[in-house]
């Protein structure tokens, strides 16, 4: 199956400041790479979602870049905002299994005022 | 529409026990998944149904069962509730399948076994 490493486990910035969380994935065959955001005590909610057909992707704050021959994958987010604090967590599909999703082990990110 | 809903939100079992985890949806999403949050571990899949009558193992399916026996709703089942079972709970679902789409979560159920 699929396995998702994602670091760092906790992310401190200074507002206004950027912040990059990583991940790795192990199946040269996952096509789908999505975010979601789970803020204190809420549900996780997507947030931005990438393809492998596609390098980099942009929604506003927030970009995801693909490098499919690495195998590694990350979430930028420009101009840090409080409500930016919350947990971070990629997934990635199976190659073989399109009702699959991994997901890493989530990023803490702290947005300090 | 309420999207995804779970019940109960919250529950101490002892060990031992048993009980189900409630997870309906009205959006006719045709996918459901239950996955497991511990602390340092993110979202690990436990079961998945592709439609009703029809249901898949995930990453960590010991101990629990499910069924689907209609669109709307994908119960989870503890048999035998173990101190390694708790966790919060999340339901999810979406139209198609979790790898062209987005997964809508419920609100989570926080399960402590004693």
């Known amino acids: 199956g699929e396995n998702v490493e994602q670091h760092p486990s906790t992310l401190s910035v200074q507002e206004g400041d950027s912040a990059v969380i990583k991940c790795t994935y192990s199946d040269s065959a996952s096509n789908y790479f999505p975010w979601y955001k789970q803020e204190l005590g809420k549900r996780p909610q997507l947030i931005i979602d990438i393809r492998s057909n596609v390098g980099e992707k942009k929604d506003q704050r927030i970009a995801v870049t693909l490098n499919k021959t690495a195998k590694h994958f990350s979430l930028h987010i420009t101009e840090t905002q409080p409500e930016d604090s919350a947990v971070y967590f990629c997934a990635a599909s199976e190659g073989s299994n399109d009702y699959k999703l991994s997901f890493g082990a989530g990023t803490t990110v702290t947005v300090r005022a | 529409n309420a999207g995804v809903t779970q019940t109960p939100k919250f529950q101490v079992l002892k060990t031992g026990q048993s009980m189900t985890l409630q997870c309906a949806q009205d959006m006719n999403h045709e996918y459901m998944s239950w996955y497991r949050q511990d602390p340092g571990m993110g979202l690990r899949l436990i079961h998945y149904s592709v439609g009703a009558g029809i249901t898949d193992q995930g990453e960590v399916p010991n101990g629990y069962n499910v069924s689907r026996s209609t669109t709307e709703d994908f119960p989870l089942r503890l048999l035998s509730a173990a101190p390694s079972q708790t966790s919060v709970y999340f339901c999810?679902?979406?139209?198609?399948?979790?790898?062209?789409?987005?997964?809508?979560f419920g609100e989570g159920s926080r399960l402590t076994v004693l």
């Open positions: 999810a679902s979406s139209y198609v399948r979790p790898s062209t789409g987005e997964l809508f």
